[in-house]
Antibody, heavy 126, light 106 residues
Framework: QVQLEQSGTDVKRPGASVRVSCKAS????????INWVRQAPGQGLEWVGG????????SFAQKFQGRVSLTTDTSTSTVYLDLWSLRLDDTAVYFC???????????????????WGQGSLVTVSS | IVLTQSPATLSLSPGDRATLSCRAS??????LAWYRQKPGQAPKLLIY???NRAPGIPARFTGSGSGTDFTLSVSSLEPEDFGVYYC?????????FGGGTRVEVK
């Protein structure tokens, strides 16, 4: 079955950077885009960005442009979210989620999400 | 695109019918999904493209609507149906989520 396993809790100082990992299993990894969605404490869901493991293409929400990257290690079926210049309001649970369309790099439109990781809590605190 | 969900909270009993609304600030055609999230868990996909139930989702969940107005109906609430429901549009970048409707036990 499709599984997305994320890295654990992290605590960072303002201005630092964080890396969150998402290891996929149970399906053909490179054919399906992986997206990241975050949820601040007690708040709703916010899309951060997405990537195609097939060709490495990425897209990001404008508010994160310039301080976020997504990289893929196809040998381990893992996607990494890097976020730097952390601020207090970056404190959130970060989820990775799979787009169920077998895009293989060809999808130009946003998707929806049929499988989610368990979430990784990133706390930014001075 | 801003998605506005209403009501913010629904207080219902098991066996009741739930009707949730999601309104878009501009047309999203039929490109709308619904998720349910329980405390401490990731969201779970219920409906995609307005009216398609995700695999394994029971028939008591029905999605409808197009353009700017969408509805998720749950015909008879089961204990596991209580939680927060989110809509999500994929008609335009960036994809966006609604603010959520909490379905709580009355």
């Amino acid at each position: 079955q499709v599984q997305l396993e994320q890295s654990g809790t992290d605590v960072k100082r303002p201005g630092a950077s964080v890396r969150v990992s998402c290891k996929a299993s149970g399906y053909n990894f490179i054919s399906y885009d992986i997206n990241w969605v975050r949820q601040a404490p007690g708040q709703g869901l916010e899309w951060v960005g997405g990537t195609s493991p097939y060709n490495g293409n990425t897209s990001f929400a404008q508010k994160f442009q310039g301080r976020v990257s997504l990289t893929t290690d196809t040998s381990t079926s893992t996607v990494y979210l890097d976020l730097w210049s952390l601020r207090l309001d970056d404190t959130a649970v970060y989820f990775c989620a799979r787009d169920p369309r077998p895009c293989a790099g060809e999808c130009s439109s946003p998707g929806w999400f049929d499988a989610w990781g368990q979430g990784s809590l990133v706390t930014v605190s001075s | 695109i801003v998605l506005t969900q209403s009501p913010a909270t629904l207080s219902l009993s098991p066996g009741d019918r739930a009707t949730l609304s999601c309104r878009a600030s501009q047309s999203v055609a039929h490109y709308l999904a619904w998720y349910r999230q329980k405390p401490g868990q990731a969201p779970k996909l219920l409906i995609y493209d307005a009216s398609n139930r995700a695999p394994g989702i029971p028939a008591r969940f029905t999605g409808s609507g197009s353009g700017t107005d969408f509805t998720l109906s749950v015909s008879s609430l089961e204990p596991e149906d209580f939680g927060v429901y989110y809509c999500q549009q994929r008609n335009n970048w960036p994809l966006t989520f609604g603010g959520g409707t909490r379905v709580e036990v009355k």
